[in-house]
């Protein structure tokens, strides 16, 4: 900032002045205060998961109370339906984001999808837990781990549209011309060479997707519910680390809580790691 | 780019009457049936997929309205108005979990708002170069974490804190100011409202941060630049030239987190209590709407009760609907002026 000599001795200015290094004040106290949350959370995270990690997490199912055990069928469960959720929710995200971005920039149902899907990026995810619960445990009678990976699926979806359409935009137009001049139909054009200019930041989505859908466990408490013992059967309720964290934390028994704070740990490490990494491939793209 | 149709798929070599024979023709046109083909299925497929988020969002109104219809008919709109939520005589009524969700919003909007405008001020104006890409990234990382997480910290670390230092300390300041006092009446439980709303006022924090950040971003240097050259301080620049070309857009931000505030539900469920009644005092326990779901939606036996929490996810979804509709509004009036 610009100091006159000749005001500074102004009670104007000195008013100005003080209000100024006030509020500038706030503005570090405030960063320090956001950031302190993070440190507090994470250390804290930290200190009480790692105490609890060993091997015996990885290899040893969910116990009772009172008996020492671990969290391999969560765990799995939880990357099993992550993954049929991705694998659902990927495609028909990237497509639809095409279109808005390819097909119908400017049209009228693009602004409508576009409009709807921004809103169920942040629409409340239980809801999206009772959609699938009426859909699906309702008709079908009974929880079940297909219903726990339908309603992630539900979430990946405009996550994944949001981001493709993104990223399609910023493919430059000479591109396509170019591909165009040379005789490439529409859809080759975007499979051949939009999609592969895009590439990066599309897997970035699908990695924040993932991120997402990892620690989602509104979605899951009445579609895929809980399950203490190992499954393959993803007819049956299947139990996932976000429910089992939500359930140990909960419970009165105090090695619940210490196997809750340890799954809380990996679930943290991971999507952590997921958007970390997201972040270095995609560079500097714009947040909604 | 074209975007408001197809462009036939058409042989140019073909048209032209180039040099080519009649086996070579009928091949090529194979190839440009195959092509045309192609392309107007993969069209039709991205724009089915388009039209499927429409009907993924008609979907969940539909299964609501569906699920919740035998409460409404049994409760009417006094289902709105009704503070008794007993399963054994199965009467139920929504205004506790509403009150619960919209107070404990407001109580995160009122911190969240003015420190997530602060950080980003910090960002934009003050921070050195070097250090704002750690930060942000800071600030997304806390937004990243998932909402279980700061349940579990908000039930075994940040709830004890309260109960321990913070709610005495303001029961004894406030409990001789009239009003305030009726505010933080009551023995500190530790959980309730008042600590539902500040996990959630951490929770929102990155959200406001990083949209304001972006649109302050977005203010043409020139403007600033100017008001440095007439010898604005930094505030006074942040204060009468960047907030009111960005108030649309931090507006937007705002309700875009107050949205997900609303809807929250892990971290709330953990802290809030679950007790179905509205009492004036916030460190009172107390429940909302997405906690009352979480907490009873298993449990629930017959028809009416499952109905009425199916009703309270109608409500909630409406809710939040109405605020981040509003939300994206004002997003695209900002950008629209921007014009992006």
């Excluded at chain 1, 009678?141 to 981001?163: C, D, E, N």
């Excluded at chain 2, 007993?86 to 009122?110: D, H």
Aim: net charge positive; glycine share 10%.
């Amino acid at each position: 900032m610009a100091t006159l000599a000749s005001g500074a001795s102004s009670p104007l200015y000195a008013k100005r002045r003080r209000k100024n290094v006030v509020t500038m004040g706030m503005a570090y106290a405030a960063t320090g205060f956001g950031l302190s949350w993070l440190a507090l959370i994470l250390g804290v995270l930290f200190w009480e998961g790692f105490s609890g990690l060993s091997l015996r997490v990885f290899t040893e199912m969910t116990p009772p109370p009172g008996a020492s055990g671990g969290l391999l069928n969560p765990i799995i469960g939880s990357l099993v339906m992550t993954f049929l959720a991705v694998l659902m929710g990927t495609p028909l995200g990237i497509l639809a984001g095409t279109y808005l971005a390819e097909y119908g920039r400017y049209d009228k149902l693009s602004s409508v999808v576009r409009f709807i899907n921004d809103i169920l990026l942040s629409a409340p995810s239980i809801v999206v837990g009772l959609f699938i619960y009426e859909l699906m445990v309702a008709q079908m009678g009974h929880f079940s781990g297909w219903a726990g990976a339908v309603a992630l699926a539900v979430i990946v979806v405009p996550v994944v549209v949001r981001t493709t359409e993104d990223m399609l935009t910023l493919v430059p137009d000479t591109l396509r011309e170019a591909a165009a001049s040379v005789g490439l139909p529409r859809s080759l054009m975007i499979q051949k060479v939009a999609y592969r200019a895009a590439r990066a930041g599309m897997i970035t989505g699908v990695l924040l997707a993932i991120a997402r859908i990892s620690g989602e466990t509104a979605p899951l408490l009445f579609t895929a519910l809980n399950n203490q013992f190992w499954t393959n059967d993803m007819n049956a309720p299947v139990s996932s680390l976000p429910v089992v964290i939500f359930q140990f934390a909960l419970s009165p028994y105090k090695d619940w809580q210490e196997l809750a704070w340890t799954g809380a740990l990996i679930i943290t490490m991971a999507v952590l790691a997921l958007s970390i990494t997201a972040r270095f491939l995609g560079g500097e793209r714009k947040k909604s | 780019m074209n975007s408001s149709g197809e462009r036939p798929v058409v042989d140019v070599a073909f048209q032209g009457g180039g040099v080519i024979s009649a086996a070579e023709k009928v091949d090529r046109a194979k190839v440009l049936k195959r092509l045309r083909f192609g392309d107007n299925a993969f069209r039709h497929l991205t724009r089915a997929a388009a039209v499927a988020v429409l009907v993924i969002l008609s979907g969940i109104i539909f299964s609501l309205v569906y699920g919740s219809l035998p409460a409404m008919q049994k409760f009417g709109i006094s289902f709105l108005f009704d503070e008794s939520w007993n399963p054994v005589t199965e009467k139920f009524g929504a205004i506790a979990p509403i009150y619960g969700t919209v107070l404990t919003s407001l109580i995160a909007m009122l911190i969240a708002v003015p420190i997530g405008l602060f950080i980003a001020l910090f960002l934009t104006e003050l921070c050195p170069m070097w250090l704002r890409r750690p930060i942000g990234i800071a600030v997304e990382l806390l937004a990243g974490i998932p909402s279980i997480i700061y349940g579990i910290w908000g039930l075994f670390v940040f709830a004890p804190f309260l109960q321990q230092y913070v709610q005495p300390f303001l029961i004894s300041v406030f409990g001789n100011v009239p009003v305030l006092s009726n505010l933080f009446a009551g023995p500190p439980y530790g959980i309730g409202i008042l600590t539902a709303g500040l996990i959630l006022a951490i929770m929102v924090l990155p959200f406001i941060t990083s949209i304001s950040r972006d649109v302050f971003d977005a203010v043409p240097p020139m403007l600033k630049e100017s008001a440095y050259g007439l010898g604005c301080t930094t505030w006074e620049v942040a204060r009468y030239v960047v907030l009111p070309f960005t108030r649309v857009g931090v507006i937007g931000g705002v309700m875009l987190a107050l949205g997900r505030a609303l809807g929250e539900t892990m971290a709330v469920t953990f802290v809030i209590g679950n007790a179905h009644r509205i009492s004036g005092s916030i460190l009172a326990p107390g429940t909302t709407i997405s906690a009352t779901i979480a907490n009873e939606f298993t449990e629930a036996v017959g028809d009416i009760y499952t109905s009425s929490l199916i009703l309270l996810g109608l409500i909630l979804f409406v809710i939040t609907f109405i605020v981040l509709a509003f939300a994206r509004l004002m997003l695209m009036r900002l950008n629209a002026r921007l014009g992006k």
